[in-house]
């Protein structure tokens, strides 16, 4: 290569407009839809690869000397062929087949393929034209009458050869430009541009055939037709009902409505159901006028929450809470704890011994020795000291203590969490509870000589009461006492 300081600088051949040169700029291909072309008008499809140079001057590139260019190809989409045609496949000649044969009139349309691949003879007014890899040619025949006046300018090319147009985007739910702004529509679609999607069964509940046999259900419905409700009820996420709240399905919806003794809160038809006094009889046998909530400065009064800062004392259904532990009520224990020497002795560690001023009385070597505390035989969460009363009684509240450090006993016990049980008839008792009826755990002591006072948040009538250790250190020793009154 040789330059000079006064001539252009050589241009290089980077590109080929819809295309790609190839073997290091000796060939090139062209992208679908366009077919290689020599610039001077013929086709060059069959070019001879590695033919090809850089025009340095014009960076274009040329083969075979002649400058080339990818020019789209006639009908490697449906094509339309105006007025009195015939077209034959070729192959007819050897394989009739009615369907390759099309006979056109005066006005009419056809629309027809012609790849690049195919030979296809066309025949308007018996003149022939051939398509030969996508470009129409004209064919020369005996029998060519004179008169008619297909123009073939354009190199062969067959004038009327040329895609349908239609506008962009103009056949929907994918169909396909068939002639001049006509669309050949898929099934389930109508209309001239296949714009309306078809569902059968039809959609149902309001839903909307929003593409061919897919409907748009509204919220709340679901199947191919959108003929299912959903039970929304059915799981808790596809709800949103309060907690406190009962759901009911509807057809396309649910509704929710608060449970008894909760009412709407806002307005918000059971989304927020708020607790009432109504609520609080879940406790017991409580009289809701005086209870308080968790909250411990809501006071229930004539069916109303009031936040009050006021001492609960004496709102109670006790006006004194009197020790209901005593000479008139009987103790008894699940089991208790014994010293192998005294095989029969109960009272060291019996029910006796539960009782919140028991003292410890002697050594433990003796057989008169008293522990002054319940324990139990056995330590897991099924022992409990009962007391049973002689009558029914309000209880307010619970005491207890745990087992102090003495002559006889180096380490301190004591229960860390009960379990409060209570019985009308001493037969079947019941769990003390939270208003929503979960199980509400005492915290009971923190070592072996205090005393821990639980009040109750809502009395309770009972004539048994059980404690229930869930929770202790080192073992199950306690005493206990229960507050309330007659
Ligand atoms: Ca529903």
Known sequence: MSTTESSPSPKKCTKIENGLIT??????????????????????????????TCNQKTGRLQCMGTEVECKPIGCTIPANVQQGMTLFDPKERRTISAANRYEIHHGQFLTFTCEPSDVFYFEPNRRMF???????????????????????????????CRKVICPADYCKFGGHCHRDNECLCPA??????????????????????????TCHCLDGFYGVGCENDIDECRKSDQNDCHHFSNCTNTPGSYTCKCIEGYVDHGGNNGRKCAETCEALPTYGNCDAA???????????????????NLCLKGKRECSTNESLVNEDSTLSVSSQYYDPMFLNETEMFGADQGRLNSKEKGTSSDISFRAGIWASAFTDKNQHIQVKFTVPKTITGIETRGRPVTVNQEIPQWVEEYRLMYSKDCVTFNNYTHTDGSEMKFSANVDGNSLKHNPLPCPVVAQCVRVNPTRWNGYISMAFDINGCD
């Not at 839809?33 to 001879?48: H, Q, R, V």
């Not at 051939?130 to 025949?141: D, P, Q, Y």
């Not at 389930?188 to 046999?213: A, I, V, Y």
Request: hydrophobic share 20%.
């Open 290 to 308: 005086y209870c308080r909530d968790k909250k411990k400065n809501h006071v229930c009064t004539q069916g109303q929450w009031t936040v009050t």
């Open 23 to 52: 073997d290091r700029g000796k060939s090139f291909t062209c992208n679908a839809d366009y077919k290689p072309s020599f610039k001077n008008g013929m086709d060059a499809i069959l070019y001879a690869r590695y033919s090809c």
């Open 130 to 160: 051939e398509c030969v890899k996508g470009s129409w040619f004209s064919k020369k025949r005996s029998n060519v009458s004179n008169g008619d006046s297909w123009d073939f300018g354009n190199n062969g090319s067959f004038p009327e």
């Open 188 to 213: 389930q679609t109508s209309g001239k541009q296949c714009e309306t999607p078809l569902c059968s069964p039809e959609c149902k509940n309001n839903g909307t055939c929003e593409s061919p046999d």
